[in-house]
């Protein structure tokens, strides 16, 4: 049996423990060289991908500082195995999917014509003229909702419904006449543009009715009600869908807006021709009539 002073690298000189056999520290000097041998050729073949795909070095560079380390920690006496390795980092795995597991979101506000209105433009634009008209012409909508459930007398009902069919009247005029011809020429998506000419028919239908007919009747109330309903479903198509890619499109808004500003005033001009004389009240002063007599109207 040999002695203990033996030549550096036998089984003798990397035994440790002196008391176990020669062939258990023999197999376990074999095994470490061979991982470290393993590791070290890894670690050569990613430094070696890192130098021939430059762009792609960030990604690799923190897996391979672990493969060297790896390398280092291996080649000592007292390096742990992998199988150790794995067995401490796995609660570790388990608490971060705990950690990032997704939570149920709440529920998705409905959506108004206040809360989808696109942003001011730093300078107003055709987008920016029509939002406006859709916020005013929807606060005449809550108005009547006020009147017609405080049993208004129903004069003052009709003034009010007639100022929202007004306003419509030239909203709708403006739209079909300029700005979905300017938005059809920017390329913006012809059945989009259809479906908002077939509601303006639909809604067109709808103010006919109430202009013709008498607050007193049953379903007056109702119909300025679904109407209301029906203009608010457009106008969020609008502000979602159709508003954004005209801004995003090849359309001058700015000089569109102008050409729409002028129109709506010559159409407001014809509109308070054609009203009958402004009614008085008691006091002797003149009752508002025509698009702006919303602004005067008490709910």
Known sequence: ????????????????????????????????????????????????TRSAAPRAAPAARP????????STSSSGPKSASPAMKRTSAAPARKLARKATRATPKPPKAEKTAENTAPKTMKEADAVDLLTDDHLQVGALFKQYDKLAKKEAPAAQRKTLAQTICDMLKVHTTIEEEIFYPAARRAGIDADL????????????????QIEGGNPDDDHYDAKVKVLGEYITHHVVEEHTEMFPKCRRASMDGVALRA?????KTALESTASAAAPSPETTSEGK???????ASLFAKS
Not at 63 to 70: F, L, P, V
Request: overall charge positive.
């Open 259 to 263: 050409e729409m500003e002028a129109r």
């Open 286 to 292: 003149e009752k508002p009539t025509g698009v702006l």
């Open 193 to 208: 543009l259809d479906e908002a000419d077939i509601e303006h028919a639909s809604a067109k239908e709808l103010i006919a």
């Open 63 to 70: 897996r391979a500082r672990k493969a060297s380390s790896r």
């Open 1 to 48: 049996m040999a002695d203990d002073k033996t030549k550096r690298g036998s089984p003798d000189n990397k035994r440790l423990n002196k008391g176990e056999p020669y062939e258990v520290a023999y197999a376990k000097a074999k095994r470490a060289k061979t991982t470290a041998q393993k590791t070290a050729k890894k670690s050569a073949k990613k430094a070696t």
